[in-house]
């Protein structure tokens, strides 16, 4: 799902991509020619010259930012289009100690056709969930679009040898995921262990195979932006297919100046090597205006190459119905309250 989201404020066609200079500028100072990518992680001192190589984030900046593009409000002709792609790019979530093969059963069924009443509707992106409980929900989205995610590696915490990790990774594509949810190692990383983490990453995307991975940088522990960038390109060095923010279990989660710095990492990396990798926002996203605000900003940070769930995605669970109640509201001019959708 791809098309241009407009808003309402004059926008150059220069804000829409990333601008030549920059990505000159981009290449020049962190040395990212392809071919360099694979001595900056050829050991531990390596890796960490090259993290520590990166231009700092000016935090003040980057809030300041986040905070302007969040401020911009979409044309109505864009807002139906815009609140269907949100609904597109949602990986619907349960990810929860009393889950149960029902409740996953109904969470598939409004993962296939969120709107009951109006099959025009999209479909999300995928279904969420724990590692036993893959199968069940692969069995639910035979013949949809639908995909489905799983959680692995000792997820939230992701305290455990690497050994019960790779098992973790091994159980939930065995039984079907598509994609997998790791997290890193946080206390490594901000011990400095940087080359541990790494390595850590490369063979889960091995254990991986065909699956996607998709790699939680868990940014409400990393402190700063700083840390939030080299954790991103850790991760895009490694082979992570996209970065995300949080398992959903740390507050804070998502936020826009989170959001802007990884952005501007995949953008940065797609730069230099022609390689376009994801991001996915999990954690605090409820409501419509939320979601449009950040479609906007991946617009105006990344690229509107970046509108479409293989590039970007949404973790959430109770966003969906907003997005529908405010679908509704765009096509009959009258609100439909909660009752109408189901309860996450």
């Known amino acids: 799902m791809h098309r241009s989201l407009s808003t309402d404020s004059a926008i150059h066609a220069e804000a829409c991509r990333v601008d030549s200079s920059d990505v000159t500028r981009s290449s020049t100072v962190l040395g990212t020619q392809p071919r360099e990518f694979g001595d900056a992680a050829a050991d531990a001192t390596s890796l960490r010259r090259f993290l520590h190589g990166l231009p700092g984030v000016d935090e003040v900046g980057a809030q300041a930012r986040a ?5 911009r409000s979409i044309k109505k002709a864009s807002k139906v289009w815009a609140l269907e792609a949100a609904i597109g790019m949602v990986d619907l979530t349960t990810l929860e100690g009393a889950d149960t093969a029902g409740k996953v059963a109904g969470l598939c069924a409004k993962a296939r056709q969120p709107d009951p009443a109006d099959p025009s509707c999209p479909p999300v992106a995928a279904v969420c969930v724990y590692p036993d409980l893959v199968a069940g929900a692969r069995s639910h989205l035979v013949g949809s679009s639908v995909v489905v995610a799983s959680v692995a590696t000792a997820f939230p915490s992701g305290r455990a040898s690497l050994r019960t990790k790779l098992a973790d990774v091994a159980d939930a594509v065995e039984a079907g995921a598509d994609e997998i949810d790791m997290v890193i190692d946080r206390g490594a990383f901000l011990s400095g262990h940087y080359k541990t983490v790494y390595d850590e990453i490369v063979a889960v995307k091995e254990a991986c195979g065909p699956a996607h991975l998709k790699v939680i940088l868990e940014t409400g522990e990393l402190s700063t932006l700083d840390n939030v960038r080299r954790a991103s390109w850790l991760a895009l060095l490694a082979g992570g297919d996209f970065i995300k923010t949080s398992t959903g279990k740390v507050t804070p989660a998502a936020t826009p100046p989170v959001a802007l710095v990884m952005l501007e990492a995949v953008r ?26 950040y479609l906007v900003l991946v617009k105006e940070t990344a690229g509107e190459d970046w509108l479409t769930s293989d590039l970007f995605r949404i973790g959430a669970s109770s966003l969906v119905n907003d997005l529908l109640m405010q679908r509704t509201k765009e096509q009959t001019g009258v609100y439909s309250g909660n009752d109408y959708f189901s309860v996450d």
């Open 268 to 293: 940065d990396f797609a730069a230099a090597t022609g390689d376009r990798r994801g991001v996915k926002l999990a954690g605090g996203i409820r409501t419509a205006k939320d979601a449009i605000r």
């Open 67 to 71: 905070a302007g593009l969040f401020t």
